[in-house]
């Protein structure tokens, strides 16, 4: 499970635009384009699994909420 930490919390209906980038050694999560929040962390795959996002697993830890234009990418992008 991982879990990506905000600070300070958000405010309930108001939309973020929230990034997180994993180069190997730091967690970084982007809140509106600015940095929020970095971390070390280890990233460990073991087998292939599904990839819940909101939830811990399906039923479990939801995220009451809404996701717009989410995507995931297998590689950095450019600032731009």
Same mark, same amino acid.
């Given at each position: ?17 929230? #990034? ?9 999560? $982007? ?7 970095? =971390? *070390? ?13 909101? #939830? ?9 909420? $809404? ?7 297998? =590689? *950095?992008?450019?600032?731009?």
């Amino acid at each position: 499970i991982i879990t990506i930490s905000i600070r300070p919390p958000t405010t309930a209906n108001q939309w973020y635009h929230i #990034a997180v980038v994993f180069d190997e050694i730091l967690e970084r999560v $982007y809140v509106d384009r600015e940095l929020n929040n970095q =971390s *070390a962390k280890m990233l460990l795959m073991h087998e292939v699994r599904d990839i819940f996002i909101g #939830a811990s697993e399906p039923g479990v830890e939801h995220f009451s909420g $809404y996701l717009s234009s989410l995507t995931v990418h297998d =590689s *950095a992008l450019s600032p731009d």
